[in-house]
């Protein structure tokens, strides 16, 4: 039987329950550590695309 992989580390995903979802679907974490990691890396880059689009609109002339 096949073994889910952590979407952050690649390892075998032993304990269920670590999920998040995003655009892509549903994405299994190894552990707790993992999960929070992916979670702080997808607010860093929502706030970048929030603030690439202000700095967009700013330089329109
Ligand atoms: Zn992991």
New binding site residues.
């Given amino acids: 039987m096949e073994k889910e992989t ?6 075998p ?1 032993e304990i269920e329950g ?1 999920t998040e979802t995003d655009a892509d679907g549903i994405k299994k ?3 707790a ?3 929070s990691i992916f979670q702080l890396l997808n607010e860093i880059s929502e706030t970048t695309t929030i603030k690439n689009t202000i700095t967009n609109n700013e330089e329109i002339p």
């Fill in positions: 952590c979407a952050l580390c690649g390892q995903v670590f974490f190894c552990c550590g993992c999960l």
